[in-house]
């Protein structure tokens, strides 16, 4: 794709993000009112689950919010993985970005992994369930490859790169490692990029990856995503100049 098509094919691709501690309902606005362009909807708002019902109460009633669950850190801890997801649910959430313990994965406690993702997916029911597994900090691409699977496994709807909260977020590298694995498994699962992802050129080393992994078809917004919060004025921007 050119940047011009690329850039109106992104719009529609695209998890806008807002996570910041200091949000508020003027910021969850302010977002809101972006993520209805001038050239399409987005496929996603993401923020903090308790400004849920605010975002709902000004989008489109079919316009699709998603939270963050676990998020950033991680944490080991079952009960309250299903807590949140729960509250995150009842307050109106379509899709739930569930951080994976990451550190706990990394010591090697892969049945308590397992576990984790069981409890997220059963939890989530037929909500749209991301899991994030910080591929910044795994590093290691037999450790990325590892822990796709083990989402691919647990029927996660994506497998997403990065909370964007570490010093190392989505990269390429990490990309082709979850995309090849996605490929390899034959199983319906999406991919969504996360982190440090701010300009058309950013956004469509991923686009134009996915696309040569898994085939100009498979991009839309059921499998391919990306999460960002300032990406979307550089695609207007390429759209209103025209290339």
């Given amino acids: 794709m050119d940047n011009l098509e690329s850039a109106k094919t992104l719009i529609g691709l695209l998890d806008l993000t807002t996570l910041n501690d200091n949000d508020t309902n003027e910021t969850i606005a302010t977002l809101c009112q972006k993520a209805i362009s001038q050239y399409g909807n987005t496929a996603s708002v993401c923020i903090y689950p308790q400004f849920i019902p605010y975002a709902k109460s000004i989008l489109p009633k079919d316009f699709k919010v998603a939270t963050v669950v676990n998020f950033p850190h991680g944490i080991a801890n079952n009960t309250l993985l299903e807590k949140e997801i729960i509250s995150a649910i009842s307050t109106g959430a379509d899709e739930l970005d569930v951080v994976l313990p990451y550190k706990t994965f990394l010591s090697g406690d892969i049945d308590f992994c397992k576990e984790y993702l069981d409890i997220a997916r059963e939890t989530c029911q037929d909500k749209i369930l991301k899991i994030i597994i910080e591929t910044g900090e795994l590093k290691d691409v037999l450790a990325i490859k590892q822990a796709t699977q083990l989402c691919i496994d647990a029927q996660a709807d994506f497998v ?19 995309l090849e694995t996605i490929a390899q498994s034959g199983k319906p699962v999406g991919f969504k990029a996360s982190g440090g992802i701010k300009t058309l050129y950013d956004a469509k080393a991923y686009l134009n990856l996915a696309q040569s992994i898994m085939g100009k078809n498979w991009i839309n917004r059921s499998n391919f995503r990306i999460g960002a919060s300032s990406l979307l004025n550089d695609l207007i921007k390429t759209i209103d100049q025209g290339y």
Avoid: D, L, Y
């Fill in 160 to 178: 997403k790169t990065s909370t964007g909260k570490t010093s190392v977020s989505a990269t390429p590298e990490a990309a082709n490692v979850i």
